[in-house]
């Protein structure tokens, strides 16, 4: 049976040491020597890759633009909302922009924040912010990064949702900023 916790001190762990396992161009791995509160020693294997954004682009006649893209982590093609890594010094807002100026062509005219959270707490450092972005208007062409080969897809907001709902979206920002929108689209 769990005791009773006086605050969140009793449940933190201190740091007695790091090492870094690998460092990479985007991500770093350590093994973190902690001293849990009851006194015993463990290694916690930490990724830290960099901040990014996402944004759920959606014109004035609610249509979606999503990206469909190779993922070789999960193997498999995904749709998703434009996204990327925040360049150093680059504030959220200014990345959301330029993922869907490089990503989709269109650039939002109005970014309004929905959520930020941290994709995996139990071994990363990675957050993301979402944003819902309206007033698109064209940039130029879409110019992915060097090795990112994507496809543009337009979908009516209620289809994309059924997709999410069916299981056919597996990304977990695609998923919140969809889930999110539809709640507020509920409440009003």
């Known amino acids: 049976m769990s005791q009773p916790h006086d605050g969140n001190k009793s449940l933190e762990s201190t740091l007695i040491r790091t090492r870094v396992v690998y460092q990479g161009k985007y991500v770093r ?3 973190q020597f902690v001293k849990h509160p009851d006194g015993s020693e463990a290694i916690m294997e ?41 360049d150093p ?10 993922e869907c100026a490089e990503e989709i062509g269109l650039v939002p005219a109005q ?28 940039s130029y062409s879409a110019h992915p990064d060097p090795h990112e080969f994507l496809e543009t897809v337009t979908l009516p907001f209620t289809k994309f949702y059924q997709k ?18 539809q709640q507020s689209k509920d409440r009003r």
Do not use: M
């Open 111 to 138: 970014l309004d924040f929905i959520l930020c959270y941290y994709h995996s707490v139990g071994f990363s450092t990675g957050k993301i912010s979402i944003f819902t972005g309206t007033g698109l208007t064209a």
């Open 29 to 31: 791995t350590e093994e």
């Open 46 to 86: 930490i990724v830290s890759p960099p901040d990014a954004v996402g944004v759920l682009p959606i014109d004035n006649q609610e249509r979606v633009y999503l990206v469909r893209q190779y993922r070789h982590a999960i193997r498999q093609v995904t749709l998703e909302i434009p996204a990327g890594i925040l």
């Open 89 to 98: 010094g680059e504030v959220p807002e200014d990345t959301a922009k330029r």
């Open 164 to 181: 999410v709902i069916a299981g056919e979206i597996v990304d977990s920002k695609t998923i919140l900023a969809a889930l999110w929108y």
